[in-house]
């Protein structure tokens, strides 16, 4: 019973965390748990994410090995497997669609930059007859 209200609000208090420092603040047997969370809802998924470290070697090792041999740890089912083994493509996919994005935006102009002049009808009555 004790074991459980420790890890009470423990979720609460990871996303708190990545909201207010960033998912760099965790651990990385930390951050695989965070991610865990997207494909287990109820699932404690620290255990998961030692075993999937211990396993492997590393979070990107996780990520790397194939769907199978994720499904070889405990708790890995066919979804998580499949979310993890797709992290990497998904990074790499955003990479390239930034930079697409960085390429088609043309570089501001100096014109942009200075304010246009205010219309007669915004100037003080004594300056329209200027």
Same mark, same amino acid.
């Given at each position: ?21 960033g998912l760099d603040s965790l651990a990385e047997h930390e951050a695989l748990e965070y991610v865990l969370y997207l494909t287990n809802a109820q699932k404690d998924t620290n255990g998961i994410a030692?075993?999937?470290?211990? #396993?492997?070697?590393?979070?990107? !090792?996780?990520?790397? &090995? +194939? @769907? ?41 102009? #100096?014109?942009?930059?200075?304010? !246009?002049?205010?219309? &007669? +009808? @915004? ?8």
């Open positions: 019973m004790a074991e459980h209200k420790r890890h009470q609000g423990h979720r609460q208090r990871m996303r708190e965390r990545v909201q207010n420092y030692h075993d999937l470290i211990d #396993r492997f070697g590393d979070f990107a !090792a996780v990520l790397e &090995a +194939s @769907e199978e041999e994720l499904c070889t740890v405990e708790g890995v089912g066919p979804a998580t497997a499949r979310m993890l083994h797709l992290l990497p493509e998904i990074s790499r996919y955003y990479g390239r669609s930034r930079s697409a994005i960085a390429r088609r935006k043309p570089p501001p102009t #100096r014109a942009a930059a200075v304010p !246009a002049p205010p219309a &007669a +009808s @915004e100037l003080p009555s004594r300056w329209a007859a200027i």
